[in-house]
């Protein structure tokens, strides 16, 4: 047995890394357009945090990921396979709400429409 | 740099276009006297400013100016490299600048401003504000720890009146929104609660109606209206209802209830109105907040084409009898 595993082994060398034994997905090069994904992904972070993924402005923070993956990588992305993506970086459920919430309805203010609103049209 | 300028620093060699720093020359042979008008740099800007006191510290020139409609606070001592004489060749300047600094938040030096943000229905606010558009007020920091003024609300009307959601709202949608106005604020009367369709019944609405068209589900278009709802449950309290909808919302609005399954059209229309700068906090990309904006005006659109059956054309007079209401 332990010939043969020899044999294996350094038949390997000689074989095309397709034949290649599965093992430990980390030391397993990774696909190309996983590797792309994943830095699209990250690059992608700079303009939407993760840390506003659970403030109010998540869903829209999520557009922007989604339109951001789409517009870089050719294809759609719908908000599930985004967030999957996420959580492979992220404990999602560990995030803290931002703080900038307190600053968009700490107070209360009354509404008021713009000016131009009440200008006539022609 | 040790050009015959007499009288200001920017003519010698027609220097337009050029990077501002030049405009700071070492060793010119500008100067300035008390009392006399001057426009300031601070930051990346230009400023009108009067010069207070001249001071000469080891053969250098020194300005204490003051900030023209700016708190005394900011008053400051200066070097001649930061004043330029006042001259509409260099209004002009300041105006380029101004510009360029475009609809980014500006930024900031120097100590707070007195600045307050619970500003009324008009523009006055109690820090009066150049004409030209300044941005100053509270310093505080962005996500990135770049320090940035608080908005004040002028610059958050600038910032609507230039988004192009806005630009294109429908006529008879605005029309609406000055008949509620003119209802609520004038004529003392309310919306009657609660609603029927509700908020959160339009936005499901409007999903269905994407997906008959398109013939398929839009998973983007589902998460803004997931994030519209989101938005009008909050906003709703904190900056969608007039003063004379407070009593109400309180009577209505118990516990764990979600303004989206109580309130109608009349409310999420004032929502759009607050989009622009709900969504400035996003910091999207460009490309991205574009192609949101045509989602956001096609769901105005359908708002319009279903306008007599989501909006009320009249209101109640308030019920309850609130100060001095035509109650009925």
Known sequence: MEAAADEEQEGLSAQSPAQAPPSSASSLPKEQSQVELELRLLQALEFYPPSKLKGIHRHFILYGLMEYLRKSLDRQFSADEVLQLLDRFFNLEMLKPDDDEKDNFGQTEEFALPDNFFKKEE | MGGSSNTTTTTSGGAG???????????????FTEGEKVLAYHGPLLYEAKVQKTENREDEWRYFVHYLGWNKNWDEWVASD??????EENVRKQLELKNQSGDKTVRTGGRSAQ????????????????????????????????????IPKHEKERRSSESLLMSQFPVTLKKQLVDD????????????????????????????????????????????????????DKALPAMLLYKKEQKQYKEEIKGDVSPSTVYGAEHLLRLFVKLPELLSSVNMEEDALNKLQQKLLDILKFLQKNQVHFFLSAYDGDSKGADGAKGK
């Not at chain 2, 998973?219 to 989101?230: H, I, N, Y």
């Open chain 2, 181 to 232: 106005w003119e209802f609520v604020t004038q004529l003392g009367k309310l919306v009657k609660l609660p609603r029927s369709p509700t908020v959160d019944d339009i936005l499901t609405k409007y999903l269905e109606y994407r997906v008959k068209k398109d013939n398929k589900i839009s998973d983007s278009c589902a998460e803004v209206t997931k994030g519209l709802r989101c938005y009008f």
């Open chain 2, 82 to 87: 930061r004043l330029l004489k006042l001259t």
């Open chain 2, 17 to 31: 276009g050029k990077d501002k720093d030049r405009d700071r020359a070492k060793g010119s042979s500008v100067s």
């Open chain 2, 115 to 150: 600045h307050n943000p619970k500003g009324s229905n008009a523009d006055a606010k109690g820090d009066k504000e150049d004409t030209k558009g300044l941005v100053k007020g509270k310093k505080r920091k962005n996500q990135l720890g770049v320090e940035v003024a608080m």
